[in-house]
């Protein structure tokens, strides 16, 4: 089914004005709930997770292999960069995907899948830092936010009560990526003769049909908007502000495991391969992260569901250098990898309740997490500067673990703000 004919037919918009009001309201079909066509559109949005942000979780086996053979003389922060420029650009170049997929479809992600699997490509080649600065991450970060802002618009469309569980299947994909790129990745690095150009381009080769899939299943429910692209009016809602704030300051310190586990690992003295498998152990207890508080957040709130994520990751995160033995480090990874899971889809759900149109989904999805990636950016850097300074982990677990508290706080601020207070379902 082509993305025209999803956007026209029984789906047209019938609109009904109101004696005293100014603004012409749309009346919509509710959102199915699923059916074989949702389910479709969920399946096709979680291969784009698997293959995009799936691959950036993997990105501590980049650093850990980084320091030891292309970069070896970098300094951790530096290295960090790399997948921080990557995290920042995939989550703010979804200030222009989702008002593009609300204005003019799921066709976004087509031209942006042939992108994605050339910068996938590009880095295999890479030799030097500015090569996988470049690559890895402008090219690379930068089109990843037209692939997965459209994916979860979409989603978004085809469910209300059960949202905050389609969103968590969705983000899922991303921790089922998570496990397998990691364990692929080192493999391939560490036991063949590969090398990394072609263990990077075997990465490729299998996002290839996932996302060819993909770009077939997505489709949109609903008619395109036809009003401005971005909606810079949702910045006077209290609750759209509170909520872009208390995901900033999370995201300032949820992704630092991904990045620093491997190193600490190794620096505890556990073997580099052994230690990338943590990766693969943070992401499949993130899937259960990002799938359990879906549903839980469906029946008890999203805001509620949100909230305790921040509470929960910043406690496990402030607890991190007590994790000095191999089954301390495995029991550490697993409840990390669920508690900052909570975060990730917890959030991209709570941004669903701003709106009031179900057509503005995508926009307001993209620009509250777009505008919160700044803290992706500047957050693993400077805990790897915090590495080099002091020579352990026990200023990175503070600092990361205070910034994702305040997020929780934020995000309960943002509960209170609504109608139905601090104690309601929300």
Known sequence: MSTSETESGHNTPVYAVGHDEKEVTPVLDEAPDGGLRAWLVTAGACCVYFSALGFLNAFGVFEEYY??????????????????????????????????????????????????????MMTSLCTQYWHFMLAQGVLMGGVMGFLQFPAMAAV???????????????????????????????????????????????????????????????????????TKLFLWSAFKEVKFVSLTLAFFFMLLGAFTPLFYIPTYAVSKGMD?????????????????????????????????????????????????????????????SIAIGF????????????????????????????????????????????????????????????FSGVMVLVGGFIALGAKAATPKGLLGRV
């Not at 921080?84 to 997929?101: A, H, K, T």
């Not at 063949?192 to 990077?200: A, I």
């Not at 991190?320 to 480090?329: G, R, Y």
């Not at 669903?352 to 307001?364: I, K, M, N, V």
Request: charged share 10%.
């Open 67 to 120: 320091l030891t053979h292309q970069l070896a003389g970098q300094s951790p922060d530096k290295v960090a960069w790399i997948g921080s420029l990557s995290i920042f650009l995939q989550f703010s170049s979804g200030v222009v995907g989702g008002p593009l997929f609300d204005r003019y479809g799921a066709w976004v992600i087509r031209p942006a899948t042939l992108i994605y699997v050339f910068a996938v």
């Open 156 to 226: 978004s469309q085809f469910f209300n009560k059960k949202r905050a569980a389609a969103l968590g299947i969705v983000i899922g994909g991303s921790s089922i990526g998570g496990v397998v790129i990691p364990i692929a990745l080192s493999k391939m690095l560490n036991g063949s003769s590969l090398g990394f150009g072609w263990t990077v381009r075997i990465i490729g080769f299998i996002m290839l049909p996932l996302l060819a899939f993909a770009c077939v299943a997505i489709t949109s429910r609903l008619p395109p908007r036809t």
């Open 272 to 332: 580099p391969t052994l230690a990338s498998y943590l990766l693969a152990m943070i992401n499949a207890a993130s899937t259960f992260g990002r799938v359990i508080p879906g549903i839980l957040a469906d029946k008890f709130g999203r805001l509620n569901i949100f909230a305790f994520g921040g509470f929960a990751s910043g406690i496990v995160i402030f607890c991190w250098d007590k994790a000095e033995t191999t089954a301390a480090l495995v029991v550490y």
């Open 339 to 398: 508690a900052t899971g909570t975060v990730i889809s917890g959030g991209s759900a709570a941004f669903t309740e701003c709106p009031r149109d179900p057509r503005d989904l995508g926009t307001y999805i993209g620009m509250g997490v777009g505008f919160s990636s700044f803290a992706a950016l500047i957050g693993p850097p400077v805990n790897g500067v915090l590495i080099s300074k002091y020579g352990g982990f026990s200023e990175v677990s503070i």
